[in-house]
């Protein structure tokens, strides 16, 4: 399978002016999200993924920005033969609540006094910024989101939606994460703050219409960078290399390439993130506990989706065992839960760049569904003592070609397709009795889709009736609509 | 065996007026070098132990400075009792140069100038702190060290005394740290430069005689302290308690321990630490790199001291990895080394916290000698041939107990004891043959002390010849003199 590009996209911005209550009890008085969209939203409404960014993440999460030639942050995950296949899924990202490319945030215009907000924005929370996505969701009239997916601060998201939304995702993956942010992560946010803060331009965050607070936020930026690598990943890719000079200059001006590279880094995010911004999303994180009474299998006792979790083995700042305490939890709350621990030396950032590891572990968890996962649940069925007209009516009616026939007590007794009706026509048949198949294929909720799909091939048949275990109809798979979802990212 | 304190204690300073030349070439007219000493300098001038600080440190190593009840920075390890026994040990320690406690560096008067020399300073390295360092042994007029012990940046001093002065100390340990800055910890310190340097306050240096720049300050010091404790330390430390409130504030005022606890030791650092030493300091160590062409086991070709060398198990910033090189290193090219791992959660921070684990290790290191360690040298020896008068008169001469006899070669071939003296007068023997030992116990310059002192005992003789592997007499150990050297630290 060939990995494809998005192409060109483009980000779009939707406004709803109804207030949103914030978790500290502020309300904000309307709320704009930015948003990109990429693949085909079926006519179910099913395969939506949602995608959650990371701290100075985007709506651009794939394909490229007329006129730029740096795709979106996640490009090597979304798209077509990615594990995000846009051929299958329709993808949302957007920027979180309090960002500053698009959302409502700091530097947006308060429509109370129609200049930014600066400090009079209130403090918000990761629940807050689920809130905010459940309202883009809800404007694409979808009800349920097959998957909800973040790495580090959007696993956090991913991880609220579970607890917040049991019943609208699927399926949660969160990676490189933590279910409460740690004193150490803590200590390194203030840290950023604090110089953002102490930089005289920051001025109390009035400073929108000046100069904006560029050193303090590059330095906040030095500092988050170094905690997003490894040491090996710094040994490798820098070493102890001099920056444009043979010989130590025994002075303070730039000596070593990771200096040298730290500084374009803080330097280039002052060109494209909000000071404040910064503050506001660091301190949502630092506020990020889902723990109940200090219990993480307390706050999952009402999860439903199936999780995965992937944490980095060099990843120190979002190290392994809090995934690890994740999985403990949601596995005594009895939640369906798949643990790995990806082996790079990227340290946290390896989510963003560990391509081949990133489409095998999620195509291959995405693609892993049950029939629960796949079936059309509104499946029409028909009595044993129907006429074959009335079945051919109901056929037309539903737009369907199978139609599972059911006892009085809705049990499975046979099925008759649009090709037996057919038959009965040619043959001359008057009873369904005639036509319909009684040695029925059927399959359960259960069953892995993968394992029902071999069935069909090997039996040559296009359509499986879902039972319960008493063997009533609850729902139909279809060879054409598993073709759509199936297939990909092997 | 009860640990006491040193008592009071006072900086001493000594000026040297020959210009130092440093590693960069530049020159500093004279030195200034703070110090402290605990314990007696013994009549060999045999038991001084240099300890050498880390970044932050200064001379006052251990006791009490009159009216400030906070001990030395290294309290838990030196005095009576202790590792660095000072019962036993002449223990010195120094303010490094570039340093701000009393020992030449930026905040200094330039004699030239008359002027801070602020941003004037040369750029100086581990090097030059320890060239400093070697005129303080010098001025104390001791040819040899009985050790070099160090932990961080104290621990780069102490390897590179046995690089560049291999035979001036006997015993190198060097506690959680490197031989050389990786760009991580290279990467940590820029930032915390880059803090101090966009702190207008900080007016590219000139701040002695205005507000110096404590928010740069400061906050270079909340970085550095992150790097100092462990994950797992804050978590037992901190976990998320709130400061001072109940629930989250919902504001960017402090809501955690964590944030308060680093805002609280960044500022009391602005009051005793000054900018420029911070960045002199951090620049040194940033420079430091031991490897030639690569190659560890090459700058330690020419190393003669014995070796402890020990990691903290939770150190990120200079991990286990890094202790593991150097003894690796040291062993290719056969060195002396032991290799130790402190197990504990404090992080890099536990060579000041982990008392017990210290005590041992280094007690057990300190006390491991050889014969050649504590041998007097200079020991003179007897031919078979004098009389028992000239005997007499040498020992008296001499003021010695024992007097090795050695043949025309210098072999050993027995022992004359001031009792033996006595012998011959009470029995009237009159040739040196009729008295002496010629069974003679003795010794050999490799043998640990420990072994020799319980054959001492064993055969109740109070001192034991040293020869070669000719028998020929290169020394002499006594119970008195070794009775002084061991039994503490056990």
Not at 196 to 204: A, V
Not at 220 to 237: C, F, N, P, V
Not at 358 to 371: D, P, Q, V
Request: charged letters at 20%; a negative charge; aromatic letters at 10%.
């Amino acid at each position: 399978m060939i990995r494809g590009s998005v192409g060109t996209v483009k980000t779009e911005q939707v406004t709803f002016k109804e207030p949103l209550i914030l978790e500290s009890g502020e309300v904000l008085p309307e709320l704009t999200i930015a948003y990109e969209t990429y693949g085909t939203l079926d006519r179910d409404r099913s395969n939506a993924i949602l995608v959650c960014h990371a701290l100075s993440g985007d709506a651009h999460a794939a394909g490229y920005h007329t006129g730029n030639d740096k795709p979106g942050w996640w490009d090597i995950a979304i798209g077509p033969g990615k594990a995000f296949d846009t051929d299958q899924y329709f993808i949302i990202c957007s920027n979180v609540l309090g960002g500053c490319k698009g959302t409502t945030g700091p530097s947006s215009l308060n429509p109370v006094t129609n200049k930014p907000y600066g400090l009079s924005f209130p403090v918000i929370t990761i629940g807050d910024m689920v809130h905010a996505q459940r309202r883009l969701v809800e404007h694409f009239n979808i009800q349920r989101l097959f998957a909800v997916i973040g790495g580090s601060m959007g696993g956090m998201q991913a991880l609220k939606w579970s607890v917040l939304y049991p019943d609208l995702a699927s399926r949660v993956v969160v990676i490189a994460s933590t279910a409460y942010s740690t004193p150490q992560q803590i200590a390194f946010n203030e840290v950023a703050r604090s110089a953002i803060k102490s930089d005289p331009d920051w001025n109390h965050g009035n400073y929108y219409e000046s100069f904006p607070p560029v050193r303090g936020l590059s330095l906040a930026r030095m500092i988050g960078h170094i905690t997003y690598l490894s040491d090996e990943s710094m040994h490798q890719k820098f070493g102890r290399g001099l920056q444009g000079k043979d010989e130590l200059s025994y002075d303070f001006t730039t000596d070593f390439q990771v200096e040298s590279y730290l500084h374009y880094q803080g330097d280039r995010f002052t060109q494209r993130f909000d000071a404040n911004s910064y503050l506001y999303i660091t301190k949502a994180i630092d506020y990020f506990d889902l723990t109940i009474n200090n219990s993480l299998t307390e706050a999952f006792q009402s999860v439903k989706a199936k999780f995965l979790i992937v944490s980095v083995s060099s990843d120190w700042l979002y190290p392994p065992y809090l995934s690890q305490e994740i999985v403990t939890a949601l596995s005594s709350a009895s939640a369906d839960v798949e643990y790995c621990e990806i082996k790079s030396h990227y340290g946290h950032d390896a989510f963003l760049l560990e391509e081949g590891q990133m489409n095998y572990l999620l195509g291959r968890f995405l693609s892993s569904l049950t029939i629960a996962d796949v079936m059309k649940t509104q499946a029409p069925t028909l009595y044993e003592d129907v006429t074959i007209k009335e079945a051919a009516e109901l056929m037309i009616a539903q737009s369907v070609n199978h139609l599972p026939v059911v006892d009085s007590e809705g049990a499975l007794t046979g099925i008759v397709t649009s090709w037996d009706i057919s038959r009965s026509v040619a043959r001359e048949f008057t009873s369904l009795d005639e036509i319909m198949t009684r040695n029925v294929f059927y399959t359960s909720p259960d069953e892995p889709v993968d394992s029902a799909v071999k069935r069909m091939e090997l039996n040559h048949i296009s359509a499986l009736p879902v039972v319960d275990d008493k063997r009533r109809v609850i729902g139909l798979i279809t060879a054409e609509h598993l073709s759509r979802l199936i297939g990909r990212c092997r």
